[in-house]
């Protein structure tokens, strides 16, 4: 594996407090021998309300089939349908060929119905997993929906707290949203707080292949509980402006990753924000991964910056890949901002959100091609965002830029190295 | 946690914001242990960086270095880790079966409360602040990892508009009134004008581009 950080400026004001990024990127290592991979245990929790009903529900169906093919013996599965009723339909089992024959007997009878009792599925789903935690493999539950909570707990906060609450307990959260009627804050806040993904599947006839490509991630899945520690004097302020939750303890700020599939290329955009210092003072930082297994060996990256005045700071040289990922991850949560704006009416602040980003990317783009693709993609967006847009193009852009924020493919998959995407 | 780092004497000095030379007077002190080895090759440990940073925090407030050094002499590595930077939270107490029954239980089942409740801070700095009181362990965890709802914060909605043409200006005007002036409006953020009113002298206007310099960097979130 690699880990590798680096700045976009090496010097700081002296007299301001200066904000410099930092992109550290992680190269996963390669995947274990097939047959060494600990055991997995997933529940796949099927929203069966009757907005699910034709199409939607069958490929549902079939996607876990073809996901229960993939489990070894020693993986264990559950199944979870929920409308207002929760229903288990297969209870924790381990993946034998025989388990595995009458769990899709059972679910084969299952028909769509009924409202949607989103959170007690999903909890059912997770109690299932919890019955009996694979010590070394990961343990998730995946919630398939196309509607909103409406019977339950429906609280977006409370669900995440929640899915938070379980993933410190090992069971982490990945969340499918199928078509327009679904609430996409509400699922990719899930995901974040239980350390999975959220993928929005427009067209029902791609739920097998989401779903597949998701089981066949937990399956590759090379550390878990991966964090990104930031080590450094106490002025200097850490922020993650990478979707990941972060926490500050003392002098240490500690970025929390998740779990990494092999060879994945991770980026990850800091923010640290400096005290004043006298001119030709050196500071620096620590960054360095850790992982609840202890897999990754990468050495801790430290970085220096120097105080000095300001036509050093104003002529000194720029890391573009590092404005470039800046520029990105600026970009995409303008788009998320937008995209808000956009549905509750707002068309001219939507526009606003995106132009503004788009203004200043130009001001520190020179001639760089990529930077100036980035801006005009923006401005392109803001007209398209000035007027009222279709729910279904709102959820493509909202995946789009999510993924965007988080260094995955714009459908969600896992970015693999070296250099993909980057150049 | 993975290997102990180890760090030369400008990297230490980099990391916990202090001289060299400060870090050699304290070995000289006693107030840290003495790296093993002088001269370049000399490195040092986490542990010295912890002891370092909790020196420093202990002098802010004000300690005399004696007294820094009577806390420290009652204190062993870990307690100090502990105090300076906790590692990431203590797992939950309770499991996650644990977890998902008493939130399926419903409100006012007993286990709901004692959840909605529980501390991610670690254990150590809880018991550690009380031994030595100065050192604050300061930005402890929230209560329950906060989760990223909405990508990015909401912006500032409420926004002055500025008249399309600014107020003429009033009468203490020390420009000679002959000149014909103008009002340059420059977007700071999207939510922050400067009204300038030109033409200004040379060193006025030098000292603009400054202010402008400035109050961009300090409202920037982008690199300028």
Known sequence: ?423 | MPTENQYSLQDLADLADVSPRTIRYYVAQGLLPSPGQVGPGAHYTDGHLARLRLIRRLQREHLPLAEIRTQLSKLDDETIAALVDAEAPAPPDSSALDYVRSVLGGPGVAGRPAIRGESLVPPASRALAMPLAHAQVSRLAEPEPTTTAEASPPYVVGRIELPAEPPPPTSTTPEPAAQRSQWDRIALTSDIELNIRRPLSRQQNKRVERLIAIARELLEEDPS
């Open chain 1, 1 to 423: 594996m690699t880990f590798t950080a680096r700045s976009d400026r090496h010097y700081i004001r002296s007299i301001y407090r200066s904000n410099r990024f930092v992109l550290a990127e992680i190269d996963a290592p390669p995947a274990r021998r097939e047959r060494a991979r600990p055991p997995v245990h997933l529940a796949f929790v099927i929203d069966r309300s009757g907005s699910m009903a034709g199409d939607k529900i069958r490929l549902a169906k079939l996607a876990v089939e073809e996901s229960l093919a993939r489990l070894h013996d020693d993986d264990r599965f559950a199944i979870v349908v929920y409308d207002e009723v929760i229903d288990v339909v297969f209870p924790s089992t381990r993946a034998t060929p025989d388990a595995r024959r009458s769990a899709l007997a059972r679910l084969g009878e299952i028909d769509a119905r009924g409202s949607t009792n989103l959170g007690e599925g999903w909890l059912r789903g997770c109690e299932q997993v919890a019955l009996e935690l694979s010590a070394e493999g990961v343990n998730r539950t995946l919630l398939l929906t196309d509607g909103l909570a409406n019977v339950g707990i429906t609280d977006r906060d409370e669900l995440a707290r929640h899915a938070a609450g379980l993933r410190a307990r090992g069971v982490s959260t990945t969340t499918f949203g199928v078509g327009e009627d679904f609430d996409e804050v509400l699922l990719q806040a899930m995901a974040d707080a239980g350390g999975g993904h959220f993928y929005y599947i427009a067209n029902a006839a791609a739920i097998r292949d989401y779903v597949t490509s998701e089981v066949g991630e937990t399956l590759e899945i090379v550390a878990r509980g991966v964090t990104l520690q930031v080590t450094g004097p106490d002025g200097i302020e850490v922020e993650s402006l990478s979707p990941y939750p972060t926490q500050a303890f003392g002098g240490r700020t500690v970025v929390t990753l998740g779990d990494l599939v092999a060879e994945q290329r991770l980026q990850v955009v800091l923010r640290l924000n400096f005290p004043y210092g006298e001119i030709g003072r050196e500071t620096g930082a620590l960054f360095s991964l850790s992982d609840r297994d202890d897999v990754l060996d990468g050495a801790p990256v430290k970085l220096g910056w120097e105080y000095a005045d300001d036509r050093t700071n104003d002529l000194q040289a720029r890391d573009r890949d590092v404005d470039r990922a800046v520029a990105r991850i600026f970009a995409a949560r303008a788009r998320q901002e937008a995209i808000g704006r956009n549905r509750s009416g707002d068309y001219q602040g939507a526009k606003e959100a995106l132009s503004s980003v788009a203004r200043r990317i130009r001001d520190y783009a020179g001639r760089d091609a990529q930077l100036r693709e980035i801006v005009a993609e923006l401005d392109l967006e803001s007209d398209q965002m000035a007027a009222p847009m279709a729910e279904l193009s709102r959820k493509q852009a909202f995946f789009a830029s999510a993924n965007m924020a988080r260094m995955r493919t714009y459908d969600g998959k896992a970015t693999k190295g070296p250099q993909t995407g980057s150049r």
